[in-house]
């Protein structure tokens, strides 16, 4: 029989045992391998479609693959009306079909979240689920879309983003996953909004060595791209094998004209970066504007982050 005091002592651990037991543990991030803590970076990128990630960070994310960082591409949405044919379930599958195979193609993983596509809000479930994210992942990074982007999900994305880059570090919130000793730094993606506030390149990546594998990935998802998404026609991929090749070009050229865009319109800020011969040479770049919540990275800190430069 217990005494007092031994009641004293156990009745707090019995009150810890109720809170572990109604905390139910928690799996690792589904469908994806948890990589080792090897002191490698881990980035994790938010995109409110399955192809806004690999649009706006696929360089980027193939560089730090290829030098054995760890990169997750999160779709915030499912995508399940991104077509002008077809939508629902066989849509939203086709393209989880897609971007994998682009992120094998990029050498990261990515997950989906069981969202329907144009309709994302910024509740404070889905504020969970994102911390959780970020949390599992053990973010140094995380990239998303700048809060004023034009479609709602994009927007949204980027609202829950912010609202995860402080709480990310509140052990009550969400005190079934660890909360961060270290808050990451958050990252927005370029656009060509001006209203408020243009998009200010903070840092600029050469992605001219993976553009191939970059182009390579987005050709990949024809749903989007080579058929046209949700405002594309049946003329635009037709039966004929030629005029299908030609799609196919066209899109690659498309999007290498996109990214010979950002390198122009950054093109000053080159040799921030990069020694002058060599920002000369660029055709191909990223760029990433910092956050102001969140971890404030200094120069030296970015140039850790991204390893890339001479
Ligand atoms: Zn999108």
Not at 94 to 113: S, T, Y
Not at 136 to 149: F, G, Q, Y
Not at 272 to 283: G, M, P, R, T, V
Request: include cysteine.
């Amino acid at each position: 029989m217990n005494t007092p005091s031994n009641t004293r002592t156990l009745l707090p651990t019995l009150f810890a045992l109720a809170l572990v037991a109604s905390s139910p543990a928690r799996a690792a991030i589904e469908g994806v391998t948890m990589p080792p803590d090897d002191g490698k970076l881990r980035v994790i990128c938010f995109g409110a479609h399955p192809d806004d990630c690999e649009i706006q960070a696929g360089g980027t994310a193939a560089l730090w693959a290829k030098n054995g960082h760890h990169v997750l591409f999160v779709s915030v949405t499912n995508g399940d009306i991104g077509h002008w044919r077809e939508a629902g379930g066989a849509l939203a599958w086709r393209r989880k079909a897609e971007v994998q195979k682009a992120h094998k193609i990029l050498g990261i993983q990515g997950v989906i979240l069981d969202i329907h596509d144009g309709e994302l809000l910024p509740t404070v479930e889905n504020r969970r689920m994102l911390v959780r994210l970020i949390r599992e992942w053990k973010a140094d990074l995380v990239i998303s879309h700048r809060p004023n982007d034009y479609h709602p999900d994009h927007r949204y994305t980027g609202v829950l983003v912010q609202d995860a880059a402080y709480m990310v570090t509140v052990p009550f919130f969400c005190p079934d996953v660890p909360a961060m000793k270290k808050n990451p730094i958050f990252l927005y993606s370029p656009d060509r909004f001006q209203k408020p506030a243009p998009f200010q390149p903070d840092v600029i990546i050469s992605v001219d060595s993976v553009m191939d594998k970059k182009l390579d990935a987005l050709g990949i998802m024809i749903s989007q791209f080579a058929e046209g998404g949700a405002n594309g026609s049946a003329d635009l991929l037709p039966d004929d094998p030629a005029k299908q090749k030609k799609r196919h070009q066209d899109v690659r050229d498309g999007f290498a004209k996109r990214q010979k865009g950002f390198t122009e319109r950054f093109r000053g800020k080159l040799t921030e970066w990069y020694s002058q011969d060599n920002a000369a040479k660029i055709q191909h770049v990223e760029a990433f504007e910092i956050c102001e919540y969140g971890g404030q990275p200094d120069k030296a800190e970015l140039k850790r982050l991204f390893p890339f430069f001479d």
